[in-house]
């Protein structure tokens, strides 16, 4: 199984970005999850979301500002960033849960996709 993340970029302050991450096959999904990872920091939890979309879950200085969405029937998984701050500059990755573990921790999933860069200038 392969995720593909899309949609990084380069932006300003205040911005807006949407990522976007898809698999390569059907696979059963328990949760999405997306995380980043700036220069010389630990990966950092950004959003969960459930295969059904009931249940989301957000980083801390992510609430108010970021929302993960899916599509209905594919796996598909969005995450739109609004208000971006430089503090977000990171590569953002996708990954995909397939038993109910913990969901801010990379352990926890089980798939991971290539990142994607976002760069915000300030």
């Known amino acids: 199984v392969q995720l593909q993340a899309s949609g990084g970029g380069l932006v300003e302050a205040g911005d807006s970005l949407r990522l976007s991450c898809a698999a390569s096959?059907?696979?059963?999904?328990?949760?999405w999850g997306w995380f980043r990872q700036a220069p010389g920091q630990e990966r950092e939890f950004v959003a969960a979301i459930s295969w059904d979309g009931r249940n989301r879950y957000y980083g801390d200085s992510m609430k108010g500002r970021f929302t993960a969405s899916t599509e209905n029937g594919k796996n598909v998984v969005h995450l739109q960033m609004n208000s971006l701050k430089p503090e977000d500059t990171a590569v953002y990755y996708c990954?995909?849960?397939?038993?109910?573990?913990?969901?801010?921790?990379?352990?926890?999933?089980?798939?991971w996709g290539q990142g994607t860069l976002v760069t915000v200038s300030s």
């Open positions: 096959r059907s696979l059963f999904v328990m949760m």
């Open positions: 990954a995909v849960q397939t038993v109910a573990v913990t969901t801010i921790s990379p352990s926890g999933y089980d798939y």
